[in-house]
């Protein structure tokens, strides 16, 4: 491929945080990629965030420290920033520019593509289908995650939304058919990046996971970059190999906050909590990019994770990731003080595109059903536990009373699992009916007659009428 033509400039009038403001600069553009020199020399890559008259604003992605306003040369390529792409990413652990953290070569692809990826047609884009098994009990059976669906886990501070994300990561596949996971971790501490790659690795080693890692001193501009990094060799994976393909992304809440510090030393007009008016369009521009296109086998799929600051769920971030994703899954605090992994909020917890990927033909007939069941009677269970606190339980009727057991007994071996336990889907739907049978048959309404007669096997407590 001919390298783009260079222009080069070195009128440096200013250095602001991450940026470079750019003086006496002719036929540069928006987001076209730039080589920076340093007097020492140095290297290091930036990105036009701006351009007016002869005034260029650049951000430099490795930070501007020790960048003065003399001996700085800035070349501009022509074009915006392109990585190579290829299945050369698979096995491989990175930071988030893309560079080896893992001691090998620079990763080399087939062929190079622009971070900012490609806007899908929305007339090409085909109805997301099929399920991704991720071996969690919660998710699968309540929320299934359907290929080409974005599906955030809504977490707080303190949970750990992390450690089910790389649970996801490790187990998730779309049965018999080839299956990859992108992971892009974004400010993540040292001990957390560690926790990653060490529980990472097996899939890692087996070539079917890319890694890419941004902690919390790497420069803030490089978490701006790095889930675009992810997305684009997904896209790659997915659309040209054909394969199905999972991003983990983590957190986007650090993501978030990367734009709006960005945002502020551009001097632009704030909006909500300081955030750029410009928030939506931006999330939007990386989960848009989730997907199938009509014709082509691969998918891609998204599981942004995002904290919620004092877990207001009406703070932008997730507000805004609520209005473009179809659905979520929220982390509950009480059920984590619990000892319950992972704390899913099964009633606050929803998946849009569940009945396009379960069900017959797709995972058992008398699946979606089943999850409607156990979701209504956790809401009964709910009920009946407000009324035993103001009555107390000996109050009960003997049908509330089977409803608190049920609701004990879905967290203690429904909902709780070990950090490592990948349970298939034929075990997480026939412990369902274990959990649901501990009520009445009269009470499964939602269930028809012949997957009754198949599964259920009513469970009677001591001292309680059949």
Aim: charged share 20%; aromatic share 6%.
């Amino acid at each position: 491929m001919t390298p783009p033509t260079q222009l080069e400039f070195c009128d440096v009038r200013q250095v602001v945080g991450p940026l470079v403001v750019l003086k006496r600069v002719e036929g540069v553009g928006w987001d076209e990629f730039a080589q920076v020199r340093l007097p020492s020399g140095e290297t290091r890559q930036g990105l036009v965030l701006e351009v007016d008259e002869d005034t260029a604003v650049v951000q430099i992605l490795q930070g501007t420290q020790g960048i003065g306003l003399s001996g700085v040369r800035l070349a501009f390529e022509g074009r915006p920033l392109h990585i190579p792409v290829g299945e050369g990413w698979l096995g491989r652990v990175c930071d988030g520019l893309g560079q080896p953290r893992d001691g090998g070569p620079p990763v080399f692809g087939e062929t190079l593509r622009p971070v900012a990826g490609a806007p899908m047609n929305p007339v090409a884009r085909a109805t997301p289908s099929e399920p991704v098994l991720t071996g969690v009990s919660a998710i699968d059976a309540l929320t299934t995650l359907v290929r080409g669906q974005k599906l955030p886990i809504f977490s707080v501070a303190g949970l750990p939304h992390l450690e089910l994300a790389t649970q996801i990561a490790a187990q998730a596949h779309a049965g018999d058919e080839p299956f990859k996971v992108v992971f892009a971790g974004m400010g993540l501490s040292h001990p957390d990046a560690a926790a990653v790659r060490d529980v990472l690795e097996e899939r890692a080693a087996a070539g079917e996971l890319t890694l890419f890692l941004n902690t919390a001193d790497d420069p803030v501009i490089e978490r701006v970059l790095t889930p675009r990094l992810a997305l684009t060799v997904a896209e790659y994976l997915a659309f040209v190999r054909g394969q199905h393909v999972l991003v983990v992304v983590a957190d986007m809440t650090s993501y978030a906050e990367a734009v709006r510090e960005v945002s502020a030393a551009r001097g632009e007009v704030p909006g909500r909590r300081a955030y750029p008016g410009y928030l939506y369009s931006d999330l939007a521009s990386l989960y848009e990019r989730c997907g199938r296109i009509a014709g082509r086998p691969g998918s891609v799929t998204l599981v942004p994770v995002l904290t919620m600051p004092g877990g207001d769920i009406t703070h932008p971030v997730p507000d805004l990731t609520g209005y473009i994703t179809e659905g979520q899954i929220v982390l509950s605090r009480s059920l984590h003080e619990r000892g319950i992994f992972p704390p899913v909020d099964v009633l606050g917890s929803l998946s849009r595109l569940m009945r396009k990927g379960a069900g017959p033909g797709r995972t058992r007939p008398e699946h979606v059903d089943l999850a409607a069941q156990l979701v209504a009677a956790l809401a009964r269970s709910g009920q009946a536990a407000d009324l035993a606190e103001l009555v107390g339980a000996a109050a009960l009727t003997e049908t509330d009373r089977r409803y608190l057991g049920f609701a004990k007994v879905f967290e203690g071996t429904f909902l709780r699992q070990r950090i490592d336990e990948a349970r298939t889907l034929d075990q997480t739907l026939d412990l369902a009916w274990q959990v649901i049978s501990m009520l009445p048959r009269r009470e499964l309404a939602m269930l028809d007659h012949e997957a009754l007669d198949s599964h259920y096997r009513e469970v009677v407590p001591d001292g309680a009428s059949p």
